[in-house]
């Protein structure tokens, strides 16, 4: 992977090797910090959540959606430094949650005013929650929160004519609609873009997903992390993905 001439795959190379060896300067150190400050006041809270959006009767406290649903904290100082690294203009989110991995995003792109994250959430609470962190990180106008059912709001993604060079894909861990999100947002990408995909060995249908995206044809480079997955996509591309497989976490 070292000898991969591609600019992408070496961002996301340092990206990896920073995190592994613990290696931040004092503005990384600091924005990890705040952020995980602000999953330890939500670890918390005990106001309860409603998913009654998806047709389920339950509730969560924000402690127990935190500790149990939010992106760990080696994983988020991994896209932070990969959005960091790859100097990521317009990202995309599917899974808000308590907006967590959207802090981590944010803060690494602080000094690019004219980054915007958009980011997609069904439940209404968290969307809220979230709207006011971020809004204590940066302007308004530097993130988007999408709410309501993905099969509403979706639709509406691929018609904003933003394009998008770092996408994290983190919300339905289903292989219908991990491999609908992939197949429709690849055809709205700048030349080479970046999919991030959360979970791809949670089930044998993640799994599936995953290896269908390793192998379609736009991929030029796919990275096996074990709990994620990179690909790297350029619509032009015509030959044969190569892989690369590297271990941070569980």
Not at 50 to 76: H, Q, V
Not at 121 to 127: A, D, F, I, N, T
């Amino acid at each position: 992977m070292k000898k991969c001439p591609n600019q992408t795959v070496q961002n996301i190379l340092k990206a990896f090797l920073a995190v592994r060896s613990n290696t931040y300067n004092q503005d990384d150190k600091e924005a990890f910090e705040r952020c995980e400050n602000y999953r330890n006041a939500l670890l918390k809270r005990s106001e309860k959540v409603s998913f009654e959006i998806f047709g389920l009767d339950d509730e969560k406290t924000m402690g127990e959606i935190c500790s149990k649903a939010a992106s760990p904290k080696i994983w988020c100082q991994f896209l932070y430094m990969l959005a960091k690294k790859s100097a990521s203009q317009n990202m995309l989110e599917i899974g808000t949650n308590l907006g967590i991995s959207g802090s981590y995003l944010l803060e690494a792109t602080a000094h690019n005013h004219k980054s915007k994250l958009i980011t997609m959430e069904g439940v209404s609470q968290l969307c809220n929650i979230s709207s006011r962190r971020f809004s204590e990180i940066t302007n308004l106008d530097r993130f988007e929160i999408v709410e309501g059912l993905y099969q509403d709001t979706f639709p509406k993604i691929l018609k904003n004519p933003v394009l998008f060079d770092m996408h994290f894909i983190d919300g339905n861990h289903q292989q219908e609609a991990t491999l609908e999100y992939f197949m429709k947002l690849k055809e709205k990408t700048r030349q080479q873009t970046v999919f991030v995909f959360d979970d791809i060995n949670w089930s044998k249908g993640m799994k599936k997903a995953w290896k269908t995206i390793q192998n379609d044809k736009s991929v030029l480079f796919s990275i096996d992390l074990w709990k994620l997955g990179i690909v790297i996509t350029n619509p032009s591309n015509a030959g044969k993905p190569t892989g690369f497989k590297l271990f941070l976490s569980f």
